[in-house]
């Protein structure tokens, strides 16, 4: 509990701090809603919106999380095989370097003009890439980074590279792992974000903000992006969550023996 409260009480009383002074310099000043809402009006506005907001979050939540899924199950099974093959490796490496370098800004327009605007396929499409190279990078790696004994040994038991990979790779490999996915599930939900501002179906997040934000309703713009941060949030406690189930065990097995 002590350990708790040391870790969890200054961010919280950080927050609560920022947002007294915001309302204070916004009400005090009078700051106008067009420069910057009071965080009393957004709160007003999130909740007087509450069930547009959560069905726009849930859009945006479940491309965000198809594009995680996909993204990082491609970023994984691209590790593996750069590992097992060397010149696999370095094609997939350049690959996935480029595709790291290609702007959403640029990719989600390209991709809304090579599919039908009318489906949620494109914005997925830009999860997933965004994705790929955090998981791949962070996997690969950790792939690599094997005990030598252990592979050394498994190599006198004639087992053979996938059972290599499965039984000692893979475990070896999941801190890295999770390290890759912190990075990459809130920036699916960035993607999945970016990519409503470039036309297609106007139910998720992003074309919520932009059409607030066109119709000088900032205070409910404000409340949209909050949702955004709230859902970008959702998704990395997730993966948190299951990092900590997938150590549980292993911690759980070490104690037994």
């Given at each position: 509990m002590t350990r708790l409260l040391r870790t969890g009480l200054p961010p919280v009383v950080f927050?609560?701090?920022?947002?007294?002074?915001?309302?204070?310099?916004?009400?005090?000043?009078?700051?106008?809603s067009f420069l910057l809402p009071s965080p009393s009006a957004i709160a007003d506005a999130f909740t007087g919106n509450f069930d547009a907001i959560v069905k726009a979050a849930t859009a945006t939540g479940t491309n965000a999380l198809i594009g995680l899924i996909v993204g990082a199950w491609f970023g994984i099974a691209a590790a593996m095989l750069a590992v097992r093959f060397e010149v696999v490796g370095g094609l997939l490496g350049a690959l996935a370097a480029g595709a790291a370098a290609v702007p959403i800004v640029a990719l989600a327009p390209l991709l809304n003009s090579m599919y039908s605007t009318t489906t949620d396929l494109p914005r997925r499409l830009v999860a997933a890439i965004v994705v790929f190279?955090?998981?791949f990078v962070s996997t690969a790696r950790g792939l690599?980074?094997?005990?030598?004994?252990?592979?050394?040994?498994?190599?006198?038991?004639?087992?053979?590279?996938?059972?290599?990979?499965?039984t000692v790779r893979l475990p070896a490999a999941l801190p890295h792992l999770f390290t890759g996915l912190r990075i990459a599930a809130p920036g699916a939900v960035i993607a999945a974000i970016i990519a409503e501002y470039f036309g297609g179906l106007q139910h998720g997040l992003g074309s919520r903000i932009t059409s607030a934000a066109a119709n000088t309703a900032y205070p409910r713009a404000w409340a949209y992006v909050v949702a955004a941060m709230v859902l970008g949030l959702l998704f990395l406690a997730a993966v948190l969550l299951l990092e900590q189930l997938t150590r549980r065990p292993r911690t759980t097995l070490w104690r037994s023996e």
């Open positions: 927050g609560i701090t920022i947002l007294v002074l915001w309302q204070v310099l916004t009400v005090a000043a009078g700051v106008p190279f955090p998981v690599r980074q094997v005990p030598r004994v252990q592979h050394d040994l498994m190599t006198a038991y004639a087992a053979s590279g996938w059972q290599i990979t499965r």
